[in-house]
């Protein structure tokens, strides 16, 4: 079992940057790839960014790359999505995920989920 817990959401400015964290506990961390996903109001979630255990692997949707950067610190249980030049349309939950074994963009394959963190974007 692992539980996570997303923190760092908050209203901004189109433009701006947010850094978010999934913190993790129960189990051990480095066994699982974690991703990040987002849902915005009447649509469905969304991949945004993936992170293999030990970091060295990570994959973005196109709409975030080069915007957006997914990284842990498995020392510290964390996992983490740098977010700048945020845009209004990317108001949305956002979600942490975890699941072992290889990387996936698909949200169904993911065991754990955290229960989100509001990120709203005004322009």
């Known amino acids: 079992q692992v539980q996570l817990v997303e923190s760092g959401g908050g209203l901004v400015q189109a433009g701006d940057s947010l850094r978010l964290s999934c913190a993790a506990a129960?189990?051990?961390?480095?066994?699982?790839?974690m991703g990040w996903f987002r849902q915005a109001p009447g649509k469905e979630r969304e991949f945004v960014a993936v992170?293999?255990?030990?970091?060295?692997?990570?994959v973005y949707s196109d709409s975030v790359k080069g915007r957006f950067t997914i990284f842990r610190d498995n020392s510290k249980n964390t996992a983490y999505l740098q977010m700048n030049s945020l845009k209004p349309e990317e108001t949305a939950v956002y979600y942490c995920?975890?699941?072992?074994?290889?990387?996936?963009?698909?949200?169904?394959?993911?065991?754990?989920w955290g229960q989100g963190t509001q990120v709203t974007v005004s322009s």
């Open positions: 992170i293999n255990w030990n970091g060295t692997q990570t």
């Open positions: 129960g189990s051990t961390f480095s066994l699982y790839t």
């Open positions: 995920a975890a699941k072992r074994s290889y990387l996936a963009l698909t949200s169904g394959v993911y065991t754990y």
